[in-house]
């Protein structure tokens, strides 16, 4: 939680994530608070009935008209869960002492939601779903429940209204796929990747030198904002130069909780890189940016056209490989074979 760590919050840790969570929305804080009180009354009162033909491992009743039920695994799922998230990550005894130790300070938010919401929204929406025992009427209540999800998730509107839909099978931004596919077509015949491919081969790449080896054989890439986390996903043949923590710092979201101060070399000759990017060469030497490329191993920029400055990268070294799917990708330090 961005702002909020456990030294400074001290037991009101769990409490100070929760009010940061929720934030300045009471209607959230309801629908929390709601959904708190009913899923308790269901796990006290045991609503959660499952017909127990064949089932000997649940406690059976019967209702008045003699058939027989069974307390389902829900129920005791329920139970499980409320115990468990009471000991542990609502516990701010324990996670005063545990987040730390587990390097967990900057994610600890999303067990609010990741453990409670995925069991509860199952439950609660079959529980609706079948409430009635008419198929049709069945069939309309899961039409608007799928609409309400559709709708009203994520309740960010921000995020509904920028949210473009993928058009091509990989679920990526299309220009992606075309962008790799160049960089690899032009990595592949480069001198470089002959030299540590040939190193690579016959080593073993679950010890450290045969990993490091092996990464020395993918092109080294800075991609910009609008494609670098969609690139993580979809091409596991690419390293990137910042790593996802620094990206984020980099455009101003500071909700991992980790800053970068002028003291961070590794963080000034990626900011430098990044900033020739985006065309910011106001202050900045041709030689500062061959140092940068050169310590963090960079080879290719992915650079909008609009944005960056072609003459100052022409200057320092840079080659244009290919202008496609509307971006610029240009190469440093690569020497081509023949």
Not at 252 to 271: D, E, H, L, M
């Given at each position: 939680?961005?702002?909020?760590?456990?030294?400074?919050?001290?037991?009101?840790?769990?409490?100070?994530?929760?009010?940061?969570?929720?934030?300045?929305?009471?209607?959230?804080?309801?629908?929390?608070?709601?959904?708190?009180?009913?899923?308790?009354?269901?796990?006290?009162?045991?609503?959660?009935?499952?017909?127990?033909d064949g089932m000997n491992?649940?406690?059976?009743?019967?209702?008045?008209?003699?058939?027989?039920?069974?307390?389902?695994?829900?129920?005791?799922?329920?139970?499980?869960?409320?115990?468990?998230?009471?000991?542990?990550?609502?516990?701010?005894?324990?996670?005063?002492?545990?987040?730390?130790?587990?390097?967990?300070?900057?994610?600890?938010?999303?067990?609010?939601?990741?453990?409670?919401?995925?069991?509860?929204?199952?439950?609660?929406?079959?529980?609706?779903?079948?409430?009635?025992?008419?198929?049709?009427?069945?069939?309309?209540?899961?039409?608007?429940?799928?609409?309400?999800?559709?709708?009203?998730?994520?309740?960010n509107p921000g995020v509904?209204?920028?949210?473009?839909?993928?058009?091509?099978?990989?679920?990526?931004?299309?220009?992606?796929?075309?962008?790799?596919?160049?960089?690899?077509?032009?990595?592949?015949?480069?001198?470089?990747?002959?030299?540590?491919?040939?190193?690579?081969?016959?080593?073993?790449?679950?010890?450290?030198?045969?990993?490091?080896?092996?990464?020395?054989?993918?092109?080294?890439?800075?991609?910009?904002?609008?494609?670098?986390?969609?690139?993580?996903?979809?091409?596991?043949?690419?390293?990137?130069?910042?790593?996802?923590?620094?990206?984020?710092?980099?455009?101003?979201?500071?909700?991992?909780?980790?800053?970068?101060?002028?003291?961070?070399?590794?963080?000034?000759?990626?900011?430098?890189?990044?900033?020739?990017?985006?065309?910011?060469?106001?202050?900045?030497?041709?030689?500062?940016?061959?140092?940068?490329?050169?310590?963090?191993?960079?080879?290719?920029?992915?650079?909008?056209?609009?944005?960056?400055?072609?003459?100052?990268?022409?200057?320092?070294?840079?080659?244009?490989?290919?202008?496609?799917?509307?971006?610029?990708?240009?190469?440093?330090?690569?020497?081509?074979?023949?």
């Amino acid at each position: 939680m961005e702002g909020i760590t456990v030294s400074g919050a001290g037991l009101s840790f769990v409490m100070e994530c929760f009010r940061k969570y929720v934030g300045q929305s009471w209607e959230v804080a309801v629908f929390c608070l709601a959904g708190m009180i009913v899923s308790a009354l269901i796990i006290i009162c045991s609503r959660r009935m499952m017909r127990a033909d064949g089932m000997n491992d649940v406690a059976k009743k019967t209702d008045s008209s003699g058939a027989v039920y069974g307390i389902g695994p829900v129920t005791w799922m329920n139970w499980t869960l409320l115990v468990m998230l009471a000991l542990t990550v609502y516990n701010p005894f324990l996670v005063r002492k545990l987040v730390p130790r587990l390097g967990m300070t900057t994610v600890y938010y999303r067990m609010f939601w990741a453990f409670p919401l995925i069991p509860a929204a199952a439950f609660y929406l079959t529980e609706l779903i079948f409430l009635s025992g008419k198929k049709l009427l069945r069939s309309a209540v899961f039409a608007l429940a799928a609409a309400g999800i559709i709708l009203l998730m994520p309740l960010n509107p921000g995020v509904r209204y920028h949210l473009t839909l993928p058009d091509n099978v990989y679920k990526v931004q299309g220009a992606i796929p075309v962008i790799c596919d160049a960089i690899h077509e032009d990595f592949e015949t480069s001198e470089q990747y002959s030299y540590w491919k040939e190193r690579a081969e016959g080593l073993d790449l679950n010890t450290k030198k045969g990993a490091r080896t092996y990464v020395l054989t993918l092109p080294r890439c800075v991609f910009p904002s609008e494609l670098e986390f969609q690139v993580r996903q979809y091409d596991p043949g690419v390293t990137l130069t910042f790593n996802r923590n620094m990206r984020l710092f980099y455009e101003g979201n500071t909700s991992t909780g980790i800053q970068y101060t002028s003291k961070s070399a590794a963080y000034r000759r990626r900011k430098l890189i990044l900033d020739v990017c985006r065309g910011k060469t106001e202050g900045v030497t041709t030689e500062d940016f061959q140092a940068a490329m050169k310590k963090t191993r960079t080879q290719y920029l992915i650079v909008s056209p609009s944005q960056a400055d072609p003459s100052f990268l022409k200057v320092a070294g840079c080659r244009l490989v290919s202008e496609t799917a509307g971006y610029c990708i240009y190469s440093y330090g690569i020497t081509k074979e023949g």
